[in-house]
Structure formats: structure tokens, C-alpha cells
């Protein structure tokens, strides 16, 4: 059997595009893609930082590709610190966590990379690359990806219009505002439609129009098959994305206000 060359084979749709996204918002497309194989399975996870005492405690649950899950809770009651678990920049302190079907805490470090290519990260602070500018910023995933400078330019393009920024497609991120270098964290997130997207208070920056217009994209992508998962004290933000199920902490405990950790997820309308 002979194996075709890589320029040979179709090319996989390796960026985001906002103008095909948009057709899909509030189009006819299935709402999820849900299949029946856990995304991520947690089984009674507990971290600590260093001798202090848990910050999170008995974490059970699966998350399912293609679902849109919220995570809510008061500050300081774990978000960040469970989405850290999420993309892997932090072990527990006990229980099992497992990643696209691979326990991931006994995974040797050389092979986490691999993993967190398939994550999409907006960070709650940001994270940029400062020496870069917003375009470099967004291009970095497809750059790491292989994807050739000529072939960069349009969707890095599309996407910094999406966001609003075409403008400041040149300017470095000590230059930004805050709002601005959050769309450009949540560019960089999205643009290489990765397997999960975990996003950090995503619109905690930007004002209540433009947090709806980035809930829009994350919606876009999730239909496109993408988990997403978004931790946020905003309760209206909820309420914007009626499919999407709602993980509550509470003093690193998790509740579960809309079936979200109920097999298979249902979310009960009324519930939040
Ligand atoms: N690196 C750390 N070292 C020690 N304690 C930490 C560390 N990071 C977080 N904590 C503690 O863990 C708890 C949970 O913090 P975390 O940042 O996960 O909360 P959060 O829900 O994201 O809050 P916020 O809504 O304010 O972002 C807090 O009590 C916090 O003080
Ligand atoms: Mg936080």
C-alpha cells in the first residue's frame, strides 16, 4: 500500500474561519456533536498547593466532546484552579485524571506537549507573547502547527477582524488595552480549532456587547465539534447559550445546577 505524500493528501481545515463560522450560528447544523467517549474524566481529584489545605476536593466527572459547559462559582472558589488541572499546567494532589482516553498524571512530561496542542487556552491573564505583535500573537498555533507563512495571512486576518482588531494587527500587547488583548488571547485560542477550548473569564475585559459577539465564536466553534469550557462569575453570560451546561464550584466542591455531570448531560431548563 503506498501512502500518499503530505502535499497529496486534502487539506485538513486547519483554521477557524469566521465567515463559515457565522453561517453556522443559528443555522441548521445539528446543535452537538455529542458522542458517547468521554472527553475528560476526573476521578476524585483533590489539589492542594504546596502544605496549604485542598483547594479543590473530590472532582467527579466526565465531559463529553462536543458539549459547552460554564464554570461558575464565587472568587476564590476554585475556577482557576480546576481549569489549571484542565490544561494540564498543574498535577493534583490525588485522584485520577484522564485526557482523550490517556491518564495524564502518570504521563511521561516529554509527552504532554502533544496533549496541550489539542487544547485551545484563554488564560485570565492573557498570556500574550510581548515581544510579538497581535497578529504574531494569533498566528503562533498555526506557526506550531507547520502551517506555511503564505497560508497564514487570511484566516489570522479573518480572525483579528472577527475580534475587532484589524487595526492593531501590528501593535504589541504592552500597547493594547486590556479588552483588546483579550480578544487577542481569545484569537490565538480559537484560530487552530483545537480539540477543547478552556477559557478564563473570557469576557471579564470586554464590554457586554462584545462578550456576547466572543460567545458567538465559542458557539461557532463548539458546533464545529470543539468542547469548550468557560469559567466566569457572569450570570448572564449563562443565559446567553441556552445548550450549554452549567458546573457550579462551591468551596472547591462541584455542584451541579443543570445535569451537567449527570450521564448522559441534560441541562434542566430552569435550573440556573
Ligand atoms: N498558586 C497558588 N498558591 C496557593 N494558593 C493558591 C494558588 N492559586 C490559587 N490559590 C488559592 O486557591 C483558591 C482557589 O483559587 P482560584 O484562583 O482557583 O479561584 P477562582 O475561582 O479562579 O477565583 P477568581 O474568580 O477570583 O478568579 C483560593 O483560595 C486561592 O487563594
Ligand atoms: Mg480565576
Redesign the pocket.
Known amino acids: 500500500m503506498r501512502i500518499a505524500r503530505r502535499d497529496e493528501r486534502p487539506k485538513r481545515p486547519d483554521a477557524i474561519k469566521p465567515g463559515a463560522v457565522l453561517a453556522h450560528v443559528g443555522g441548521c447544523l445539528p446543535i452537538m456533536n455529542r458522542s458517547q467517549n468521554a472527553i475528560v474524566q476526573f476521578d476524585n481529584v483533590g489539589l492542594r498547593y504546596g502544605t496549604g489545605k485542598e483547594v479543590l476536593g473530590d472532582l467527579s466527572f466526565t465531559l463529553y466532546p462536543g458539549s459547552f459547559y460554564f464554570l461558575t462559582g464565587a ?2 472558589a ?4 480546576l ?1 489549571r488541572l484542565l490544561y494540564l499546567a498543574q498535577r493534583p494532589s490525588r485522584g485520577m485524571i484522564r485526557m482523550f482516553g490517556t491518564d495524564v498524571i502518570t504521563l511521561p512530561r516529554a509527552r504532554l506537549p502533544s496533549f496541550r496542542r489539542r487544547l485551545g487556552v484563554v488564560f ?1 491573564d492573557f498570556r500574550l507573547v510581548g515581544h510579538l505583535s497581535a497578529f504574531d500573537n494569533v498566528a503562533l498555533p498555526l506557526r506550531v502547527a507547520g502551517v506555511a507563512d503564505e497560508d497564514l495571512q487570511k484566516p489570522v486576518s479573518e480572525m483579528l477582524d472577527w475580534v475587532g482588531l484589524t487595526d492593531r494587527a501590528d501593535a504589541r500587547p504592552a500597547t493594547l488595552s486590556g479588552g483588546e488583548q483579550q480578544r487577542v488571547a481569545i484569537a490565538r485560542a480559537v484560530i487552530g480549532r483545537p480539540d477543547m477550548l478552556i477559557a ?2 473570557p469576557t471579564g475585559n470586554v464590554d457586554p456587547e462584545m462578550a456576547v459577539k466572543l460567545l458567538r465564536l465559542f458557539e461557532a466553534l463548539n458546533r464545529l465539534g470543539t468542547t469548550v469550557v468557560v ?1 466566569t462569575h457572569d450570570l448572564h453570560l449563562l443565559k446567553k447559550v441556552p445548550e450549554s451546561l452549567i458546573m457550579r464550584l462551591d468551596k472547591g466542591r462541584l455542584t451541579d445546577p443543570t445535569g451537567a455531570l449527570r450521564y448522559p448531560p441534560r441541562r434542566d431548563v430552569g435550573a440556573v
Do not use: F, V
Open positions: 472568587s476564590g476554585g475556577k482557576t484552579s481549569l485570565q478564563d473569564e469559567a
